[in-house]
């Protein structure tokens, strides 16, 4: 269990179940109307991505420029969810 998380694995194994939750979305929204809309998928999508790339650079021992430029686009993205979520 610690190689899992040492390696880094946990967080692909996260990154992984994000892309396909972002695919089940917009699937159902193309075949129903329902849902979010590809905008609203892309965006939280990214800000997850962010937060777990930099989860994954921290539990690597990634350099603390690199975890923090994944944190300042992950806030970022946060900011484009909230925007694309308002207008909505």
Same mark, same amino acid.
């Given at each position: 269990?610690?190689?899992?998380?040492?390696?880094?694995? *946990?967080?692909? %194994?996260?990154?992984? !179940?994000?892309?396909?939750?972002? @695919? =089940? $979305?917009? #699937?159902?929204?193309?075949? &129903? /109307?329902?849902?979010?809309? *590809?905008?609203? %998928?892309?965006?939280? !999508?990214?800000?997850?991505?962010? @937060? =777990? $790339?930099? #989860?994954?650079?921290?539990? &690597? /021992?990634?350099?603390?420029?690199?975890?923090?430029?994944?944190?300042?686009?992950?806030?970022?993205?946060?900011?484009?969810?909230?925007?694309?979520?308002?207008?909505?």
């Amino acid at each position: 269990m610690h190689e899992l998380f040492a390696s880094g694995r *946990a967080a692909d %194994i996260i990154i992984a !179940l994000l892309f396909a939750e972002a @695919l =089940v $979305l917009w #699937l159902v929204h193309k075949r &129903t /109307g329902q849902g979010l809309s *590809a905008p609203m %998928i892309l965006s939280n !999508l990214a800000a997850g991505l962010c @937060l =777990v $790339l930099a #989860l994954r650079g921290a539990l &690597t /021992g990634a350099h603390w420029s690199w975890i923090s430029a994944c944190l300042l686009a992950g806030l970022a993205a946060h900011a484009a969810d909230l925007y694309v979520r308002w207008r909505h």
